[in-house]
Nanobody, 115 residues
Framework: QVQLVESGGGLVQSGGSLRLSCAVSGSIFSINVMGWYRQAPGNKRELVAQITSGGSTNYAASVKGRFTISRDNAKNTVYLQMNSLKPEDTAVYYC?????????WGQGTQVTISS
């Protein structure tokens, strides 16, 4: 059974930083894509950033230059370093893992940015 467990969310002031972590337990294929999505109240879930098992990254335009995604393949963990946070970054952040024939989601972690 594959599980994704997120941590690192919280409340910070505008301009602050947070680092999210997502640890994957269980057996997974080595070739996969890990990423972070977010969903604010009343909005659809949207992609924030993705990273392949080879290290290629993709970012939403709204976070490019402020957020950095990274992963530790040995630990099956993906990170999201979030800097220069804005109130509009407030959302529940979800970890995602997908491959050719599978996809898993974490339970989500709340990130709240106060102005």
């Amino acid at each position: 059974q594959v599980q994704l467990v997120e941590s690192g969310g919280g409340l910070v002031q505008s301009g602050g930083s947070l680092r999210l972590s997502c640890a994957v337990s269980g057996s997974i294929f080595s070739i996969n894509v890990m990423g972070w999505y977010r969903q604010a109240p009343g909005n659809k879930r949207e992609l924030v950033a993705q990273i392949t098992s080879g290290g290629s990254t993709n970012y939403a335009a709204s976070v490019k230059g402020r957020f950095t995604i990274s992963r530790d393949n040995a630990k099956n963990t993906v990170y999201l370093q979030m800097n220069s946070l804005k109130p509009e970054d407030t959302a529940v952040y979800y970890c995602n893992l997908w491959g050719t024939s599978f996809e898993y989601w974490g339970q989500g972690t709340q990130v709240t940015i106060s102005s």
